[in-house]
Every structure is written in C-alpha cells, then in structure tokens.
C-alpha cells in the first residue's frame, strides 16, 4: 500500500519540538470513539493513556490513523487543546475513525468494535518514521490494533527499528485476538500488563503450568522472556511479578470511592504505572499511586476528563 505526501503529511511540524517535556512515550495503536444515541465520545486504551500521561508531564506520542472525517478534526481539536503533539496521527483517504456503536438492550448496553476501520491501516514506513524521530523512553502497544495484518506489520516495524522498554496492555476485546497475535505480542514485551480474568483467559489459550495466578504468572514470564507481569484486581489492589522472582503486592486501602464507571481505570494504572517506571518511583509507592489515580477515574463519567484540576492533587502529592 504506497501513501501520496499529502496523507503522510503530519498535522503538526518540528516546531512542536519546542513544546515537548519530560519523557517521551510513543503509544501505537487505536484512537476509538464510543458512539452513542445522542453522542461521541473519543477513547481508545493508547489515546485515553496518552493523555494523561501528557498532563503529568510526559511527552506521549500517539502512532495511530484516522479517516478524512469529524472524528478526526475532534481528536485533533482534543490533542493541541491540551498540548498533545500530532505527528503520528496519519490520515487515511479510504477508512472512517475508528468507531465503538453502543447499542442499549433491555436496559443493558452492548458494545460493538466495528471492523474495517483507520486504525487498522497503520502505514509501517510513516509508523516507523516517526517512531525513530522521537527517540521514545518506552513503546506503549495494545492487542485490538493488530486485529487486521497492515497495522500488525506497522508494529513489527516500530518495535524493531527502536530499542526502548516495551510495555504490553493486553486489553483483550473478543474476538479481536488470538493465539498467534498475543504470543508474538509477549514475547516483544519487556512488561505485560493484564487482568486477572485476562491472566486466567491466557494461561489456559497457552496451558500453562501451575495452578494459581501467581504461578501463571510466573509461567509466563518464563516462557516468553517477559521481565515483570503487572497484574490489576480492581477494587482489591494489584501485584506484580518481576523476573528476580519476587513478588510485591498492593493491597487496596483507604476510603471507598463512589463508583459512576470503571470505564477507563485500567487505562488510568497504566499511565500512573509507566509514569513511575520513568520516574523511577519504588515498586510499592508506584502500585500504590496508580491504584489510587485508577480509582479516581471511577468517580468521573468516561475515561479521561478536560479538567486539569483533577490532576492537580496527583501532581502536588507527587511532584510528577
């Protein structure tokens, strides 16, 4: 598939250069818009990271692809509002945004993860371009955008043309994955973070040995050369594996929050997570900072929110 310059021209130029700070992170994968009755609202695991690693002073890169639509001006209007660069939004002439329908059913909602869209059409040279333009600290990926063979490929190329630390999200949406795009997936990863329903879902696809999360866990670790499985447990903490072989464990404590939606919260440990790896926080006080920023996210409507205040205790707390 050849790109004309017109839609492997970015929408930002070396300027922004000037507007970057701290680390940078370049996160691949699918910006996402939850389409409602009455509404859109834009997400995605790599957009709803990257933007809150940008209000903690981060440099988050996002490598994705858009259509020639509304959508598009949306996330970019949402990105230069809060200072997110948009070199790596590339533009596809063929494809719509990618898209979420939410259909309500009998008081319940369905979410639909629609096929065939820009996110799926990542162009490798443009992908890898930028990725080595922006010298990253680590490489963010996901699994739903490596659904489809052009995007997996624009992957392949960014994680070997860059040697940062990679961190996996592993984010499974059925059947938006299999076997053979999450073991190539693992064995790139430097850390793999998931679930623990997503854990036992993938200890049985790969049949591992044990008979505890923990030794799942730990399974993996040896079978795909991973170096620290992260393991999140809602309400009730997270832990996390290391290759050493310790384990640390966060217990959740503190006031109960009132939960609006979970929608997001995982995203939310992983940008608090990362932050702390390039921060070089402990483990313990790390755990503890992402589970506490993934439960605030549970008191707004959506995954991310425009108010800066809300980030303004974490930053003060943390001096991020």
Sequence with gaps: ?????????????????????GATV?????????VFPDRSVLGGAPFNVARHLKAFGLNPVLITRTGNDALRAELLESMTACGMETMGVQLDPSYPTGQ???????GSHRFEILP??????????VARMVALSIHPKLVY???????????????????????????????LRPPWYDAQI??????????????????????????????????YARAFMQTFDIGQVLVTCGAEGAWLVRRKGDTVRMQAHGEPVTVVD???????????????????????????????????????????????????????????
């Design 1 to 21: 598939m050849k790109e004309t310059a017109e839609q492997a021209r970015t929408t930002s130029d070396s300027s922004l250069s000037s507007r970057r700070s």
């Design 116 to 125: 065939e869209q820009a996110y799926d059409h990542i162009h490798a040279s």
């Design 182 to 215: 999450l073991r190539r997936s693992l064995r790139q990863a430097d850390t793999v973070k998931l679930n623990n329903e997503e854990l036992a879902i993938l200890a049985r696809l790969f049949a591992l040995p044990g008979d505890t999360l923990d030794g």
């Design 262 to 320: 979970t929608v997001g919260a995982g995203d939310g440990f992983s940008a608090v997570f990362m932050l702390g790896k390039l921060r070089r926080w402990p483990v313990q006080q790390t755990l503890a900072r992402a589970h506490a920023f993934a439960a605030a996210i549970c008191t707004l409507r959506g995954a991310v929110t425009e108010d800066a205040a809300f980030y303004a205790p974490f930053l003060k707390a943390w001096q991020a």
């Design 26 to 34: 370049a996160l691949f994968g699918e910006v996402l818009a939850d």
């Design 100 to 106: 979420v329908k939410v259909h309500f059913e009998g």
């Design 141 to 171: 990926f996901g699994t739903l955008a490596q659904r489809h063979p052009v995007s997996r490929s624009a992957l392949k190329r960014v994680l070997n043309s860059i040697g940062a630390p990679t961190f996996f999200d592993v984010n």
